[in-house]
């Protein structure tokens, strides 16, 4: 085992027992008898079982025995006194503890991916880079920028590009899911972000200002205006990715007061979120960022009336040392 895999592992189930609320003192007995310890290959077996909803698929996918991973489910479950997965009879499923374990198990064994590549002693190396970023923001095209570079310098490599809500993009740099993410809020709310941020042990890191956006259909009855009041907007459905009891206030939806709003929808893809503005003359609150991608031309990004000053920024984990994919792409966001 690489050095420091031992302490990372072991820092990372406390972190599973904490987030589950299993965290029990262990008694004399227990500490003198001593207690079992998570294996990497038992989190394997969890989280393969878990992706494939099959404890047959996920046996086919390790080349072990079904048995095997059945005992490793058992003995995960026994350890963190949880029920993790519902067994039905087309497979199994996870339960809302299940999903908990399954997010801190994957961080782990990313991380320590991430180590064994790093440290190798391979001839060759594979270029790997992952980045988070919410909805309606910078990002995706100069992921394609790198990709483009990457393919005709490389014959190996790994990225991601993953869009979700800011919640989840904090939740993915902090477990090392991803090399960085991409946010914004408001101004006036940065206090509590960047609070927030140094809680999770991250770093937030200054891209551009702009102003607050709506984006809706070319076909919408505002879509002529240079400038939208949030007031024109009571009568239209407000589409939300954010709308969580336990959001934020600093997340940038919040920008809309939800008293204010009439009709709302609740989605959790951007494909979502445009068909819906085509089809009912929904309306999203953004950065004002819009991709080069021609198959959202229809989309506009209109500026709020004394709209809320936005602050746009590249976040990333404390002392994580950025690979050279990584720079690259931070670099490009500067031209976007």
């Given amino acids: 085992m690489i050095v420091g895999q031992k302490e990372f592992l072991e820092s990372g189930i406390c972190r599973c027992r904490k987030r589950i609320g299993m965290n029990r003192k262990r008694t004399a007995y227990e500490q003198k008898k001593g207690e079992k310890r998570m294996t990497l290959q038992q989190m394997k077996y969890f989280v393969a079982a878990g992706e494939s909803g099959s404890i047959s698929e996920a046996a086919k996918r390790l080349y072990a025995a079904q048995s095997s991973v059945s005992s490793a489910i058992k003995e995960v479950e026994s350890q963190y006194h949880v029920v993790a997965f519902r067994r039905e009879s087309k497979g199994v499923s996870l339960t809302s503890e299940g999903e908990e374990l399954m997010l801190e198990f994957k961080g782990i064994l990313n991380r320590l991916d991430f180590l064994e590549k790093k440290y190798s002693e391979k001839n060759y190396s594979q270029c790997g880079f992952s980045v988070s970023a919410q909805h309606h923001i910078c990002g995706l095209d100069s992921l394609v920028r790198l990709l483009l570079e990457l393919q005709e310098e490389n014959d190996n490599y790994k990225l991601g590009f993953h869009e979700c809500k800011t919640v989840e993009v904090l939740e993915r740099v902090e477990k ?123 989309i506009l990004a209109i500026p709020i009336y004394q709209g809320e000053n936005l602050e746009i920024g590249w976040i990333i984990k404390n002392n994580y040392q950025l690979s050279e994919p990584a720079q690259k792409f931070v670099n490009y966001l500067f031209c976007e």
């Fill in 176 to 298: 090392g899911m991803d090399d960085l993410g991409i946010i914004f809020f408001a101004e006036k709310s940065k206090g509590q972000m960047i609070q927030e941020l140094r809680n999770r042990g991250i770093l937030f890191n200054h891209i551009a200002y702009r102003k607050a956006h709506v984006y809706l259909c070319d076909t919408h009855p505002l879509a002529q205006k240079t400038e939208i009041h949030l007031e024109d907007l009571k009568e239209f459905p407000f589409i939300t990715y954010d709308r969580r009891a336990d959001s934020n206030p600093a997340y940038t939806e919040m920008l809309v007061h939800y008293q204010n709003v009439r009709k709302s929808i609740s989605v959790s893809d951007r494909a979502a979120a445009y068909s819906l503005m085509r089809a009912c003359h929904g309306f999203v609150v953004g950065s004002g960022y819009h991709s080069l991608d021609t198959q959202y031309r229809d």
